[in-house]
């Protein structure tokens, strides 16, 4: 990870004056109390502006790294600073299972729920839908919770809040009883399965499933498929096996079984993946992509994301493929994945399910920003909700257009940091004081 003067990829610089990294929270209530404006920032892995500032930042990856798991209510409290893998492997320790992890276990809890960063699947919300309280220090420098079962008419905006609320130090999250993962990988899934109808049928087939293509050809070069060992509780299987033994089909929808490990790189050692070749393992070695103990790339990257309502999942895909050849030379690789709906008033899948068409450009700012106005032209029609940690061009109205709670956003913020100590550029620009 990277110094705090940029981001994880070195593709923002933060203007920020003063760095501070604070070794508790009553350190941090004292900070927050006395410093006209701040930032929050964590693991620093978005590639937007949404952390940046011209005034202080303060880190919470130095707090105390708490997890406190809690069987009687299933539930753990985290520091906002702790990465998911960490996390994650804590719980499975006492039994427990998040419902679903990221690609990457290295970004913190506190930073990927209020961005709303996500996993895949089609029954699997976001991230932060598994939030069940907010403990957040308030711009006089209280320490407040906030929770889904005391603060109804609030929760809803205070998880996915971008920061503007107040600085995030823990987080209470739901768990479920630990379960296993099988993972393979298929490749050359033919074009014809992106179409409408076939596009939902190879999506809905798994617990967790990613498609990975460079653009480079009409078919997708490879499927990430995550079957959870028995299924999901009251749910019947829908697809593949999801026994531990049951060999998968050597082929599935036309696309072949890969014979060895791959990463979603054909240049990139497939050792830094997390395993595959359909042996069970626990949930938290198999759905994310990468291993914890390494870096997942060089960080020579651009990231962008739009997720658009699963109903127009396959047109907008459609869509894209129309600037194939502007795309494939500035890219690495594009995953495509489902998000199912929550209630969360930021969150790029508020109310509705949503499939997220993800870039990982190459480090070209001239390049990746001549091709955003003509990939946000065609996605335009398909209602896209760009990922508030990626980049992005729409412009600041649309963005808010797409949110029906923008405005119930806004008056919170306003109520809980009247004198905008939080505020910046980024909120400025998109969630500007009514």
């Known amino acids: 990870m990277p110094a705090h003067g940029t981001n994880w990829s070195g593709t923002v610089t933060f203007a920020a004056r003063q760095v501070h990294q604070p070794a508790s929270v009553d350190e941090l209530q004292d900070l927050v109390a006395a410093t006209p404006r701040i930032r929050a920032l964590g693991t620093a892995h978005s590639f937007s502006h949404v952390a940046d500032t011209t005034h202080d930042l303060v880190s919470v990856t130095g707090l105390p790294p708490v997890v406190d798991v809690d069987p009687g209510t299933s539930t753990v409290t985290v520091a906002a600073g702790v990465r998911y893998g960490a996390v994650a492997q804590a719980v499975h320790e006492h039994g427990f299972a998040l419902a679903n992890m990221g690609s990457l276990p290295h970004i913190s809890v506190g930073g990927a729920c209020s961005t709303g960063t996500h ?23 209280e320490l407040v919770t906030l929770s889904r079962d005391a603060d109804p008419d609030r929760f809803p905006g205070a998880v996915v809040a971008l920061g503007a609320l107040g600085v995030v130090v823990a987080l209470t999250l739901d768990l479920v009883p630990t379960f296993d993962v099988r993972q393979v990988v298929y490749r050359d899934l033919p074009a014809d399965q992106l179409t409408s109808g076939r596009l939902e049928e190879v999506l809905r087939s798994a617990y967790s499933l990613s498609l990975f293509t460079r653009w480079r050809s009409t078919d997708v070069e490879q499927v990430w498929v995550k079957q959870r060992v028995g299924g999901s509780p009251g749910e019947e299987p829908d697809g593949l096996p999801d026994d531990a033994d049951a060999p998968f089909p050597t082929t599935w929808h036309g696309a072949r079984l890969a014979d060895g490990p791959l990463h979603p790189l054909p240049s990139m050692p497939p050792e830094n993946c997390t395993e595959q070749g359909g042996r069970p393992g626990p949930f938290h070695e198999r759905l994310p992509h990468f291993r914890m103990e390494f870096t997942p790339s060089s960080g020579d990257e651009i990231q962008t994301e739009y997720l658009v309502p699963a109903e127009h999942g396959a047109p907008a895909l459609a869509a894209v493929a129309t600037l194939r050849e502007r795309i494939a030379p500035v890219l690495h690789v594009s995953e495509i994945r489902t ?28 390049g990746v920003a001549a091709l955003l106005p003509d990939l946000e032209r065609v996605l335009a029609p398909f209602a896209p909700r760009p990922h508030w940690g990626k980049v992005f061009g729409t412009d600041p109205a649309e963005v808010r257009a797409q949110y029906p709670r923008a405005d119930d956003f806004r008056r919170l913020a306003a109520e809980m940091d009247p004198d905008g100590k939080f505020r910046n550029d980024f909120l400025d620009r998109y969630l500007p004081v009514l």
Do not use: C, E, M
């Open 119 to 141: 996993g895949s699947g089609v029954r699997n919300a976001n991230l932060a839908s598994s939030v069940r309280a907010v403990q957040l220090v308030t711009a006089d420098g």
């Open 339 to 366: 998000v199912a709906a929550d209630d969360l008033w930021l969150s790029p899948s508020y109310a509705r399910d949503s499939v997220a068409i993800h870039f990982t450009f190459h480090k070209d700012p001239d």
